[in-house]
């Protein structure tokens, strides 16, 4: 099972790069643990994650290859 | 479901004032509408700890935005007997000065029309996935927050 | 009492969409401005009892119009922290679909631009001396009421 | 002293004419009284007096020729 992942704003600053894949993570609660030991500076920030575009607001189970995306507070308009 | 199609609400760079007017124009053939409401957002020259903002740089999520943007919209014809709204959002850069947001929302009374307009833009400003980089004059940059 | 001069705000006919856009873009060198709230009033083809209506003739006691502006625009510059406010309103004959009344108010942050806009909107239509006979597509005509 | 009335909308139209003077009235109830004598139809309509470009809500004295006008109920915008 594959994630891809893309990240926005002030993330994509951090990990220097917009898009990765990560390989066997069952479930976000598992991806958020890899972003953070990979990327420490990102446990102490604000997002929210979305998975096949949806923000989810529990852990979430993969079912099957994703599109995971983490994005920061929106400050559009 | 409803029948309306997503649409794109983003562009290239500043929204220009001409725009604007054609977008107003255009509504002269609707003769049931008795009130506009407008909103547009420009860009501040802000003073930060950073130094002055001379740009707002915005990227989006855009798939994502484009679907939520038609849930808002599903949801505000739904609530509010408006005859039509737009919405158009800047990409990349935007100078001081310029504006970055459109929000357009008619109805044959005015209540309608205001109430939605700036419903449509709380929305807009909370729930797309939109951000805002601002570049200063020394070129440094922050991430704009929304308060 | 405030030295803000007394401004006209009445002109001839329809307000164009192309004077709206230059009011818009004038604003882009005030930078401090972060929102602007603009509410267009348009001439409705009301269906009647006389008929359909083709426009709307509009007449005002223009000195005390303007007095009374001037004090709703002290009002709301003491009232809102807005940065600019600019009202239009039609005089003479605009036909269904064109534009009446322009209302145009920018402030640093977007709550103040709303907020003052529709303040001034409502109070126009309940303050000013400005009345509109509505012109029936068979040259009847009724004068009309706001709600 | 000499009163300078001004009719506006459909106030206009029930008279004909949108100016005229009268004279010797000394007060806002007596000009009602004689504007109502001369349009019966305006007896039963609803409109504001303006005195010198002030609304007024109770009979008000002129002191000194005086603008008056007649407002029906007001529809801009």
């Known amino acids: 099972m594959k994630v891809e992942l893309t990240l926005f704003g002030q993330l994509a600053d951090i990990a220097g790069r917009t898009k990765f894949q990560l390989q066997d993570i069952p479930d976000t609660d598992t991806l958020q643990k890899k972003i953070h030991e990979m990327y420490p500076e990102m446990a102490n920030m ?32 | ?7 794109n609400i983003f562009s290239q760079g500043p929204i220009p004032a001409t725009f604007i007017a054609e977008s107003i124009q255009k509504h002269s053939s609707q003769t049931a509408i008795g009130g506009h409401s407008i909103f547009l957002g420009q860009v501040r020259a802000d003073e930060t700890e950073q130094g002055k903002v001379k740009a707002i740089d915005y990227t989006a999520f855009e798939e994502m935005a484009l679907e939520k943007m038609h849930q808002i919209r599903e949801e505000i014809f ?6 039509c709204m737009h919405v158009h959002h800047s990409l990349g850069q935007v ?9 357009f929302s008619s109805s044959a009374h005015r209540k309608a029309a205001i109430d939605s307009c700036n419903e449509i833009v709380e929305r807009i ?23």
């Not at chain 1, 979305?50 to 920061?72: C, Q, R, S």
């Not at chain 2, 479901?1 to 649409?7: L, T």
Request: glycine share 6%; aromatic share 10%; net charge positive.
């Open chain 2, 125 to 147: 400003k909370a729930e797309l996935p939109i951000w805002g980089k601002e570049i200063m004059e020394n070129d440094s940059h922050q991430w704009k927050v929304n308060k």
């Open chain 2, 1 to 7: 479901m409803s029948e309306r199609k997503i649409k």
């Open chain 2, 78 to 83: 739904a609530k509010y007997p408006i005859t």
């Open chain 2, 95 to 103: 100078q001081a000065g310029e504006i970055c947001l459109f929000v």
């Open chain 1, 46 to 77: 604000s997002y929210s994650i979305a998975v096949n575009k949806k923000t989810i607001h529990e852990n979430t189970v993969f079912e099957g290859d994703a599109n995971v995306a983490l994005l920061p507070p929106f400050s559009g308009g």
